[in-house]
């Protein structure tokens, strides 16, 4: 049994059976300071030859501030190269890489991976790194600091004893393999990477976009100004070039619903705009002394293991800067059993994940699929410690047959010598605990587990996950955690925050927190104060049809409302906006508005059915007439009639001055803007302005998206186009023989003149109540306040503070002597 100890961190235990051959039983334990036990596991797999290695390096675009700042503190042997490299840097960049990858930001919490900074995890750029992330973030910073943090974690690695038999560098990450394996040496590879970076600063800037489609689709698209900079699998390539460019085809790609994020960069590399400085690299290079590589690494041009004459060859790394990482052919390349992300974050091990089980390019060679697959730190957004997450893949490491001795740190000139047992920085010294056998994992037992099981296997093509299972540990990455948001969407009717993906990465938390989300365990039906009676929805061309005909509505998030009602809803935000506005701030019944027992109302505009539900509290034996057009609304409006035991007769169509089809544009994430009058500027504006009045009234909730409030208007308008049916509503009141209307409520985002135009002149003495909300667009308030007045109706239109900056009024028309 040995024990590998960080001063004052955790500490992994490595056991071995007693009088078993060497390495015939492992198994391995992360204990904290407390010798509390996190982990523990064991393997019997007979006697093990160990496994090849092949180390992973990562390019630009998981740096964070503060990344490894831990292991500098713990580990003797990483933070001696870290302050090599420092010495050796500074003289090139005129300032100490040090102070500027461990500089503690403002908000020093979010930089440290306490909290989970949104706008980052979306790719998105804007106004939230502070000024330490943007100084880190310049080309001559982030390459030498990443090549640093690299450089001494394969040192450490080394130093325990574990060294690659090939190597495979993204980007950046190419020139640490070369200095690894000789071809430069460490002097001569940080002043390289050093002037690299000040001829890119000297580039204008330029943008890179993560896609989820094949090279083969991008290319036809990209133009004369954008380039393929990395072909990472079948369906995921990153493009490269212009700002504006990339923009464009970004909101092009967005029309299509195709996947993609912004990629942390301030320059397009790998692109033709690297073109310009490529003489220059090569004229820098030549200017160092070149060697073969002694240990073999993959070119990132070719997919294929780098030749001598490549390595050698100044031209090469012009090439490499301008050329497409070939990162797919490179896992190809790779023949090691095992896998070891050297760097920050966890990219490589995640597309190295999802190419073991199939996802590789099936062009080019074939290769054994990597038996272990580990990453050695934490990704920017993730709160445990450094030194935790590198021990548990010592562990990982060990368990899988690696050789991990002790040993003192070897150059890349020279191989490491053993030290004596306990001695050194890098020792495993001995350790007395003993450990129980571990737990069996446990298969998901939830119906929500269940669920979610299935997504992620065929999301990430992995086998059937257990609850202990990590997304990203099986693959997962924010691509593919944003495709996982719009399928948990669809098929558990739940919008799951991104941000709740990477708190909740284990399929039981995962499952608990959609659970959560929607409301689980709330008593369905309760405070229905015993009224039931019979549900009725109607298809757009059939008449009124009774529940039981209809089709069972899909299982929708349930969610609490504060007086005490669970409701099926599909968004938590306009949930709760819809509650203050019909239940708590009782917009609809004002100024003489009332709702009687035994009344007849209408909610046009029905949404999920809240002003219809607030109809149902209101008073006694009301029967509602709820008209709502978009398909996935009405599902949820008609789970909620048959939670609460509504009497109510749903119309899945809209209401106009004549009948026929129109497109109407549907907001999946903000269903109370969709409309058959959509004009994305003006709805932007207006929920931009009651997002400010609800910060300025003190909402602590929308007090807390600072800063995020564009990306979440850019989420929330994502539309669906369908076509839905109009009718007008005198046709309806004869067909549903409706003889008196006590309260009609409208709101339909534009179109109240169209519904009021649909009323025959025969029909008005039916009305004593209306009551909507009207957009003031062309004098609307004014003209629709005429007209109820010459109708014989007391008009009030007023504009409630929510709404202030808006075009948005409230009318309330009431006929005299109700």
Excluded at 3 to 31: E, V
Excluded at 660 to 668: G, K, L, S, W
Excluded at 755 to 764: F, K, L, Q, S
Aim: proline letters at 6%; glycine letters at 8%; charged letters at 25%.
């Amino acid at each position: 049994m040995h024990q590998l100890a960080a001063p004052g961190s955790d500490a992994l235990i490595r056991i071995h059976t007693p009088g078993a051959r060497p390495a015939s039983h492992r198994g391995a334990l992360l204990l904290d300071a407390a010798t509390k036990a996190v982990v523990a596991r064991e393997t019997a797999a007979g006697a093990m030859t160990p496994p090849s290695v092949a180390f992973l390096l990562p390019g630009l675009g998981d740096h964070y501030l503060g990344m490894a700042r831990d292991l500098y503190s713990a580990l003797p042997v990483f933070r001696e190269q870290v302050d090599r490299c420092a010495a050796l840097l500074t003289p090139e960049l005129g300032v100490d890489i040090r102070t500027v990858m461990h500089a503690k930001a403002r908000a020093s919490a979010a930089a440290q991976g306490a909290e989970l900074d949104l706008r980052r995890m979306l790719g998105r750029r804007g106004e939230g790194p502070s000024e330490e992330e943007r100084r880190l973030n310049q080309a001559r910073h982030a390459q030498p600091a990443l090549f640093v943090v690299e450089y001494a974690l394969a040192e450490q690695w080394r130093a325990w004893g574990v060294r690659p038999d090939v190597m495979l560098g993204y980007s950046l990450g190419e020139y640490v393999a070369a200095c690894l394996a000789g071809v430069l040496s460490l002097e001569d590879s940080l002043a390289l990477v050093a002037r690299r970076a000040e001829l890119i600063e000297s580039l204008p800037a330029g943008a890179m976009l993560a896609v989820m489609l094949s090279e083969e689709e991008l290319t036809p698209q990209l133009g004369a100004h954008l380039s393929v900079s990395a072909v990472n699998g079948p369906d995921f390539c990153v493009i490269a070039g212009p700002i504006e460019e990339v923009q464009r085809l970004e909101a092009r790609l967005l029309e299509r619903r195709v996947s993609l994020r912004r990629v942390q960069s301030s320059h397009a590399f790998h692109s033709r705009m690297m073109e310009p400085i490529a003489e220059r690299v090569t004229r820098v290079v030549a200017g160092f002394t070149r060697r073969p590589p002694r240990t073999p690494y993959v070119s990132n041009v070719t997919g294929a293991l780098i030749t001598a004459a490549e390595a050698t060859d100044p031209a090469y790394w012009a090439t490499h800067l301008c050329r497409p990482v070939r990162f797919a052919d490179g896992l190809r390349t790779l023949g090691s059993e095992v896998l070891l992300e050297v760097g920050p974050g966890q990219t490589l091990s995640s597309l190295a994940t999802l190419a073991r089980r199939g996802g590789a390019p099936s062009s080019g060679g074939t290769s054994t699929p990597a038996r272990t697959i580990v990453a050695s730190m934490r990704h920017a957004y993730e709160s445990e410690s450094d030194v935790s997450v590198l021990l548990k893949a010592v562990g990982r490491l060990w368990l899988s047959g690696a050789a991990i001795e002790g040993e003192r740190p070897a150059t890349s000139a020279e191989p490491a010598a053993p030290a004596d047992a306990g001695a050194g920085r890098g020792s495993l010294a001995p350790a007395a605990e003993e450990i129980s056998p571990p737990a069996e994992s446990e298969a998901p037992s939830t119906d929500t587990e269940r669920e979610v099981a299935a997504l992620w296997q065929t999301l990430l093509r992995c086998e059937p996950p257990t609850r202990d299972a990590n997304f990203f540990r099986l693959g997962g990455n924010s691509l593919l955690a944003t495709r996982l948001i719009d399928r948990v969407s669809k098929s558990l009717r739940v919008k799951l925050p991104l941000r709740r993906v990477y708190q909740a990465q284990t399929l039981a938390d995962m499952a608990a927190a959609i659970d959560g989300l929607r409301g689980a365990g709330a008593r369905p039906g309760a405070a229905t104060q015993g009224r039931a009676a019979p549900v009725t929805t109607s298809a757009p061309t059939a008449a009124a049809r009774p529940a039981a005909a209809a089709p069972e509505a899909p299982r929708a998030p349930l969610f609490r409302l504060p007086n005490g009602l669970s409701v099926a809803h599909q968004n938590e935000a306009e949930t709760r906006h819809f509650y203050d506005d019909i239940f708590a701030h009782r917009s609809y019944v004002k100024h003489g508005i009332r709702i009687r027992d035994g009344a007849c109302v209408l909610d046009v505009g029905g949404n999920i059915g809240l002003f219809t539900l607030f109809a149902h509290t209101e008073a006694k034996d009301v029967r509602v007439l709820t008209f709502e057009p978009a398909p996935p609304l009405l599902e949820i409006l008609s789970r909620n009639v048959a939670l609460h035991g509504i009497r109510a007769t749903l119309f899945n169509f809209g209401l106009s001055d004549r009948e026929r089809d129109a497109p109407f544009t549907f907001y999946p994430r903000s269903a109370g803007m969709s409309s058959f009058h959509p004009d994305e500027a003006e709805e932007r504006h207006n929920l931009r302005m009651i997002m400010d009045n609800q910060r300025r009234g003190g909402a602590a909730e929308v007090a807390q998206m600072d800063g995020y409030t564009e990306e979440l208007l850019d989420v929330r308008f994502e539309a669906v186009t369908i076509t839905a049916k109009l009718r007008r509503l005198s046709d309806v009141l004869r067909e549903q023989r409706i003889e008196r209307v006590d309260l009609m409520k409208i709101d339909v985002q534009k179109c109240e003149l169209e519904v009021i135009e649909g009323i025959d002149d025969a029909d008005w003495p039916k009305f004593s109540q209306i009551v909507l909300e009207a957009h003031d667009a062309d004098g609307r308030v004014a003209k629709l306040s005429s007209l109820f007045e010459r109708r014989g109706f007391k008009v009030i239109a007023e504009q409630d503070e929510l709404y202030v900056g808006t075009n948005i009024h409230n009318i309330y028309a009431l006929r005299e002597g109700v």
